[in-house]
């Protein structure tokens, strides 16, 4: 599979799946396994994976471009695409145990749905100071955790969870395993109930005493953290500016056409022909979402030629993607009014979505803190 090939099979998901069924699947908060099941047997769910595995190889560029095509549709499942590709180039980067191996297989077949369990009750949105402890037993390992945020949590067929590694000694001292979703004492603390991105299933897990064998330790001892900043974040934060990127398409969209069949009889005119304020409006909404798409690409290009620049481009694209996504989607709730309102058009339900962004961690707060102190020089963390 191309990049073409992969945005089109995205596209064609997007529009024969996600797109009739998003309003119901948000109303009752219902994730969407038959998506998931259509991403797997296209061949989606292994993209990034090496050719030997059965994967497509492809990069960060058909990521975000397949990300973004899904979101359009419905943002819900475009987060646990993401979430399951992030967890998916984690599990990549493990030594390749023979566990390690056949979970990749089953992915790239298109037969195993990952995701990420890193936010924990305890240290809430700081998610690489994980507070729970995994403690060695014999040549496996015992974890009991509280995980405050799970996308997909009862859906995955595995877990990509981090914690404390039996001897760290710092907060950020952690290690990552892989919990089959089979693992006794692995459950699902809660329902799901948010106010935007509800067809995800991004409930809180517990884990209690679980056993991992020593095959899905994914990184060494206390080399966590450094993979969820080299593996995780710069992949995370390009896909949830796609997601961003995404909503603000379906806002213009969504709000182009109703500009365009709402009408004021007594003048005989459409919305879009009548007012210029709201033209004025939408031509912005145009501009930021455009700026997005631009920022990127930019990004994009700084993950395919990495330099200098390129982790204070990966800070900045999620900090600017949210609040644009956030500006975009309130510019359209208030272009389409009484409409917008009282849910009669898919923009209110983009308006929740797009507030997920800035909440998620590295949250917007926190990556202003770490760019202000990347240009003053003072270390991160
Ligand atoms: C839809 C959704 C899906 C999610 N899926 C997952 C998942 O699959 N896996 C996972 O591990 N997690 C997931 N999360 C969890 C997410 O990444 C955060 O950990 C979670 O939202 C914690 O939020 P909090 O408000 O409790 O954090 P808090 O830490 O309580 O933050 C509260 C406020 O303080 C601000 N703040 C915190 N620290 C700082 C700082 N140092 N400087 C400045 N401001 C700061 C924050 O920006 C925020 O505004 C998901 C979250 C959402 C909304």
Known sequence: MNHEIAVSKAKEIADRMLAPAARQSDKDARFSSEAVAALGSTGLLGIMLSTDLGGSALGPRTFAAVIAALAEADASAAMVY????????TIAGAPSSAAVVQTLKDIAAGRHLTTLAFSEAGSRSHFWAPVSRAKRNGDSVRLS???????????????????????????????????????PG?????????????????????????????????TDDG????????????????????VALGLCRAAVAGTA????????????????????????????MQIDTDGLA????????????????????????????????????????????????????????????AHAGAVMAPTGDVLREFIGKAVLGIPLF
Not at 257 to 282: D, K, M
Request: aromatic share 6%; glycine share 8%.
């Open 186 to 218: 692995l459950s699902v603390a809660g329902p799901w109930d948010g106010l935007g991105m509800r067809a995800n299933a991004s409930a809180p897990m517990i884990l209690e005493d679980c056993e991992v064998e020593s095959g899905l330790q994914l």
């Open 257 to 284: 056409t109703h500009l365009n069949s709402a009408r004021f009889e007594h003048l005989g005119q459409t919305l879009g022909e009548s007012l210029p304020t709201l033209r004025a409006q939408l031509a912005t």
């Open 82 to 89: 993401l979430m399951h590709l992030c967890g998916t180039a």
């Open 294 to 353: 631009a920022r990127i690409d930019d990004l994009i290009d700084h993950l395919e030629r990495p330099r200098e620049t390129t982790m204070l481009r990966v800070l900045e694209s999620k900090a600017a993607a949210g609040d644009i996504a956030i500006a975009v989607t309130s510019a359209a709730m208030r272009v389409c009014g009484g409409a917008a309102f009282s849910k009669h058009l898919a923009i209110e339900r983009l308006f929740r979505d």
């Open 145 to 183: 955790a509280k995980k405050s945020w799970v996308t997909s949590a009862g859906q995955a067929q595995s877990y990509v969870v981090s914690a404390l590694a039996p001897d760290g000694s710092g907060p950020t001292d952690s290690t990552l395993y892989l919990f089959p979703s089979a693992t």
């Open 223 to 242: 080399a966590g953290f450094r993979a969820m900043l080299e593996i995780v974040l710069p992949l995370f934060n390009l896909g949830t500016s796609s």
